[in-house]
């Protein structure tokens, strides 16, 4: 159906991670989803892999995911990076698209993740 493609979860929830990435997966089979619990360990990965989204949990302990996703998008500026967060305060949604990052509201559903995939790649 589609080319294989790379996915990064950071997000400080195990739970999180397993819900998206079971979403992902059963949607996108061949795609490859790694994940990181915190922005150090995603910076780290992203520098050994260049992944295709980035999908990044706004409260995280250390760096919040608007301070990682600035980071990201410096050195990634082809990947998509998405903000999906709990806090959908208008300031959150700005700053975010400010930095490039699309937006994705918590709690995570496969609709909400496929949809975002979806479009992304209809748009490549």
């Given at each position: ?9 950071v ?21 490859r ?19 295709d ?27 998509a ?14 700053k ?29």
């Amino acid at each position: 159906m589609s080319q294989k493609r790379s996915v990064l979860l950071v997000d400080d929830s195990k739970f999180a991670r397993l819900l998206v990435k079971a979403f992902i997966t059963s949607n996108f089979a061949d795609w490859r989803v790694d994940e990181a619990e915190e922005a150090e360990k995603a910076q780290a990965m992203a520098a050994e892999h260049a992944y295709d989204y980035l999908v990044i949990d706004f409260n995280m302990p250390g760096m919040n995911g608007l301070e990682l996703g600035e980071k990201l998008r410096a050195a990634y500026p082809d990947a998509a990076i998405a903000l999906l967060t709990a806090n959908i305060q208008k300031e959150i949604q700005n700053k975010a698209a400010g930095l490039g990052m699309d937006f994705i509201a918590k709690p995570p559903t496969e609709e909400k993740i496929c949809d975002y995939l979806k479009g992304k790649e209809a748009g490549r």
